[in-house]
């Protein structure tokens, strides 16, 4: 009976490894890289939803808070990271 050579015993984990890394950590990574980028570059005027679904238009930021007018006449603060998506760019 052959022995097997410890190499050829660490290769299925390293292939499992590799198969982690490409389908699960580097999307991720890619998504938070993302969504950085996204809330760095608000602005005012800019029309967003929040991650509980509200929609309205910055109207102002102030380091870490976004104040967000939700309706006419209404506005609301929001931390940046309460930030889903900006849903249109102003024209």
């Given amino acids: 009976m052959e022995q097997n050579s410890p190499i050829m015993q660490l290769i299925p984990f ?5 198969i982690f890394y490409f389908l699960l950590i580097r999307p991720q ?5 993302e969504t950085k980028k996204m809330l760095e570059a608000l602005k005012p005027g800019d029309r967003i939803i929040t ?4 929609l309205g238009a910055i109207t102002s ?3 870490e808070e976004v104040e967000v007018e939700i309706s006419k006449g209404v506005k609301a603060m ?5 930030v889903g998506a900006v849903v ?3 024209k």
């Fill in 14 to 18: 390293i292939a499992v490894a590799a």
């Fill in 29 to 33: 990574q890619k998504q938070v890289k």
């Fill in 51 to 54: 991650r509980g679904g509200m």
């Fill in 61 to 63: 930021i102030k380091d």
């Fill in 78 to 82: 929001f931390t940046r990271s309460a």
């Fill in 88 to 90: 249109a760019q102003p």
